[in-house]
């Protein structure tokens, strides 16, 4: 029993925190980087104020969460992120293939609790920022749920908060809105009267079969004239969750403080759109069907973007341009909506892509006004234009990422966030986010530190690729499709031998094609052009290109279509060995080919993408000169994932047993092995809605063993299926050799690992 008498003087419960690193916002951003500051060693508490984390990609809003691969629409290839974000990923396809959005907030919320380094609060909303000239002292915050208040103390503070709600309480610098083309000179700069500044909100919603025919009855605010929306065509009753994303409505208003306005309107349209299928008429399918759930939050895209120490620009993103002081990448289009949304008789949304991923630099992370103030997310220092690529859920994650590990540096080594981005910090920065799996493009590993750069390695075998095996599958030629293959600068000719059923006399057309930047992959000029001439029945058509002028570099084996022939396909699947094909797809703007306005500042280029497995199968084939794609000597290129060759050392096709081993002239003392494996960066695993043909990739090897000099087994696992494998031994051991066995579970499926480091 409590009982209290009358007292005018009562106050909430007070709690104090002090803690390394406070960081405001738990939606995907937020959450990777407290993950992975908290394994850089540093106290973190990560403010959230909603019921649980993720924010957009969560089960409250429901969108699945997308980066550089771009629904594997564009010429990204093995672009996927990686780092704490991959590992989400990973778990969540293990887990979930399936999508339930549930299942990822149980991930997400798992993946926190486990770090000791966090204090997680949710339900908690950051309402007030104390501050002495441009350093922030703490931030209150209030908990609803436990009647608490929050006095949070820290050394530095980072904003993950979609609004910026602790950066704009500290006074820092922002914008809101759409710079003009003079500001910056971006020519996609909009119209502002006609397309608006901002991006607005959506809300989704989910749709169930029944066993029997369900009535709905709309609530009385449902929009009734459906029918003059300029989009109402592209109602369907199968569509629900993100296939409405073009359901945005807000661009117009202040889309932080009219947000409540905004749900209601949005409401309207969900409520009033389920309606038109039920009742219209028009859609006896969704006899059955049932309302199953509407979002109560609004995915909300665009508000503020505050000021850091630089800002990118149009420019940046589409001529890939490089800085020194990079810690991510992106790859997604520049993606801009119509203000009015679901109103606006304009096109749904304008995407135009670069040729290749781009760097994103730490600078634009950094208020330029508070100095111990990092932001991270969607309200990072870009322009309106920029933002339009940055915004998305996996790019803002993986720089989420990058600003982390330079917070807990800057914690650590005593220095402030605009000290980092000097030279002698942001080059061990960079390196630790690479021993972590991250990527930043153009930036390799330096592994001279670590014991196993000091090993002489062996390996089992190594793949020399002679041949792209044969099999029953025979495929129509109906799109131009291409084989994508990896030389290198010593290789003078590319012979080929491809096997062909022709239906009746007819001409085999191959155009040989690489990019014009070698680390990119848009096939973009043409290196030779071969026609043969072949007669009804099956074929072998012999190709010969010349290739001395080329360096390390992937090519496109380019087949012009033509139905009167076939091509053979094969079920050998190899790391860094993909075949793509100039198809369309719409979701991301691809229609087979950009062809931009001369005016907005934007290349033209075909699209060459790939299919999702179970399709995808490369295109069978005979290397009369023989590829060497799996050399071990690829361990040490300081690049985990395929860019101008494979990057991995990959086992003979034959090899049953592949073994690696590493071996010193005297004994190490070994307490963490980091193994690199290939989890298909290309394939785009979106987080919900999406199913996937598989719970762990093929590629990935799940059982292996490390064991020493003696035989004795120091660790095994039989359900690996991450990116990264991060072994800490419980005891170091010393040890003069370790040995690594890999399990084959796939004879069409060679076994590849990009790296191996120990310390």
Request: charged share 25%.
């Amino acid at each position: 029993m409590i009982q209290e008498s009358y007292n005018k003087n009562r106050s909430l419960k007070e709690v104090a925190i002090d803690t390394d690193l406070l960081i405001v916002g738990g939606g995907l951003s937020g959450t990777c980087a407290a993950i992975t500051a908290a394994r850089q060693g540093v106290k973190v508490v990560l403010v959230q104020d909603r019921p649980v984390l993720g924010g957009n990609a969560s089960s409250e809003v429901r969108l699945w969460a997308l980066g550089a691969t771009s629904h594997m629409g564009n010429n990204n290839r093995w672009s996927r992120e990686t780092g704490v974000t991959g590992e989400i990923l990973e778990e969540n396809l293990y887990r979930n293939r399936e999508g339930n959005a549930l299942i990822f907030d149980t991930i997400l919320i798992e993946k926190v609790k486990q770090e000791e380094n966090i204090t997680l609060l949710l339900n908690t909303s950051a309402f007030e920022v104390t501050h002495e000239d441009t350093k922030i002292q703490s931030v209150k915050a209030f908990n609803s749920q436990n009647s608490t208040l929050y006095n949070l103390s820290a050394k530095r503070f980072c904003d993950a908060s979609g609004d910026g709600v602790l950066s704009f309480l500290a006074g820092a610098s922002f914008r809101m809105g759409a710079e003009t083309i003079e500001e910056f000179g971006e020519k996609m700069a909009p119209n502002v009267e006609q397309y608006g500044e901002l991006l607005g909100h959506t809300i989704y919603f989910y749709t169930k079969n029944t066993d029997k025919p369900v009535k709905f009855t709309p609530p009385a605010y449902a929009l009734k004239d459906i029918e003059d929306l300029p989009r109402f065509k592209n109602i369907q009753a199968d569509h629900t969750g993100c296939n409405y994303w073009w359901i945005e409505y807000g661009g117009r208003l202040d889309t932080i403080h009219e947000t409540e306005n905004i749900k209601y309107e949005l409401w309207k349209v969900v409520y009033g759109i389920w309606n038109y299928i039920k009742n219209s008429g028009k859609f006896p399918e969704a006899e059955n069907m049932t309302l199953e759930w509407v979002g109560t939050v609004p995915g909300k895209r665009e508000s503020r973007r505050f000021e850091g120490l630089y800002m990118m620009k149009q420019q940046d993103i589409i001529e890939q341009r490089r800085f020194d002081d990079a810690i991510a990448h992106g790859g997604w289009a520049l993606d801009l909506h119509p203000s009015d949304g679901v109103y606006s008789s304009l096109p749904s949304c304008t995407q135009w892509h670069s040729k290749g991923t781009y760097q994103i630099p730490l600078r634009t992370a950094i208020s330029r006004d508070i100095d111990n103030l990092f932001f991270a997310g969607r309200i990072v220092s870009v322009s309106h234009v920029a933002f339009g690529s940055t915004r998305v859920m996996l790019t803002s994650a993986v720089a989420a990422e990058g600003v982390a590990v330079a917070a807990a540096y800057s914690i650590q080594n005593d220095v402030l966030p605009y000290e980092t981005i000097e030279k002698e910090h942001i080059e061990k920065i960079q390196q630790k986010l690479l021993e972590k799996s991250s990527y930043i493009p153009h930036v390799k590993l330096d592994k001279s530190g670590f014991i196993s750069s000091k090993a002489n390695v062996s390996v089992s075998s190594e793949l020399n690729l002679t041949e792209l095996r044969s099999s029953n599958i025979w495929k129509t030629l109906e799109m131009p499709s291409a084989q994508m293959l990896p030389i290198t600068r010593d290789q003078q000719t590319l012979s080929l031998r491809v096997p062909v059923i022709a239906a009746k006399e007819t001409t085999v057309d191959v155009e040989l094609k690489v990019s014009l930047e070698a680390t990119n992959f848009t096939p973009e000029k043409v290196i030779g052009i071969q026609s043969t001439e072949v007669e009804a029945g099956r074929h072998f058509v012999d190709l010969k290109f010349d290739v001395s002028a080329l360096g390390d570099t992937y090519v496109f084996v380019c087949f012009a279509p033509n139905v009167d022939l076939q091509l053979n396909y094969s079920e050998d699947r190899i790391t860094g060995i993909l075949s793509v094909f100039r198809k369309e797809n719409k979701a991301v703007s691809n229609f087979g080919q950009q062809e931009p306005p001369k005016e907005i500042g934007i290349d033209g280029f075909e699209f060459w993408t790939p299919q999702r497995r179970p399709e995808g199968q490369n295109i069978a084939m005979q290397l009369k000169t023989p590829l060497f794609i799996g050399k071990k000597e690829h361990l040490d290129s300081g690049v985990t994932r395929p860019v101008q060759s494979t990057n991995a050392w990959i086992a003979a096709l034959d090899d049953a047993y592949p073994t690696l081993t590493l071996e010193w002239e005297e004994a190490q003392e070994i307490s963490l092995i980091k193994l690199f494996f290939d989890a298909d960066l290309d394939h785009a695993m979106e987080s919900t809605q999406f199913g996937h043909p598989e719970s762990v990739v093929p590629y990935c090897v799940e059982s292996f063993r490390i064991k020493d000099e003696t035989g004795k087994c120091l660790f095994q696992t039989a359900s690996n299926h991450t990116t990264l494998c991060d072994v800490k031994l419980d005891q170091p051991v010393k040890t003069s050799k370790l040995v690594i066995e890999l399990d084959r579970k796939d004879s069409r499926i060679p076994v590849a690992l990009f790296d191996v480091i120990c310390n």
